[in-house]
Nanobody, 122 residues
Framework: VQLVESGGGLVQPGGSVSLSCAAS????????IGWFRQAPGKEREGVSCISASGDRTFYASSVKGRFTISRDNNEKTVTLQLTGLKPEDTASYYC????????????????WGQGTQVTVSS
C-alpha cells in the first residue's frame, strides 16, 4: 500500500491550494479515502472523506464549506481543494484510509502517506 501526497506549500490567509494523493499497491476504488491533518503539538484531526465511488463526501465541521474532496478512480488519485485558508489550517496533511461519514474525532485510519505541509501565513 502506498499513498503519496503532493501540492502543499506556503499560502496567504484567504488563499487556496490543492493537495493530491496518488494511490498504488491496492485497489483504491474499493475504499473510502480521506485526509487528516496534524499540527505540531496537536492531535491528529480528521478533515474529509470521500466514498469509494466518489458519490458521497464528508467533512469536518472546521473545514466544511471551505474544503472540497474529489477523486478520480481511473487515475487512482484523491484531491483536496483548500480555499479560504486560515492560519489555523497550518498543518501536515495526510491522505489516509479507511474512513467514513463521521470525520470529526475519527481515529480509525490504518494507512497513510508521508504527508504534505500546508503553511498559512502572511
Amino acid at each position: 500500500v502506498q499513498l503519496v501526497e503532493s501540492g502543499g506549500g506556503l499560502v496567504q490567509p484567504g488563499g487556496s491550494v490543492s493537495l493530491s494523493c496518488a494511490a498504488s499497491g491496492f485497489k483504491p476504488d474499493y475504499y473510502a479515502i480521506g485526509w487528516f491533518r496534524q499540527a505540531p503539538g496537536k492531535e491528529r484531526e480528521g478533515v474529509s472523506c470521500i466514498s469509494a465511488s466518489g458519490d458521497r463526501t464528508f467533512y469536518a465541521s472546521s473545514v466544511k464549506g471551505r474544503f472540497t474532496i474529489s477523486r478520480d478512480n481511473n487515475e487512482k488519485t484523491v484531491t483536496l481543494q483548500l480555499t479560504g485558508l486560515k492560519p489555523e489550517d497550518t498543518a501536515s496533511y495526510y491522505c489516509a484510509f479507511p474512513c467514513g461519514p463521521v470525520v470529526d474525532g475519527y481515529e480509525g485510519y490504518e494507512y497513510w502517506g508521508q504527508g504534505t505541509q500546508v503553511t498559512v501565513s502572511s
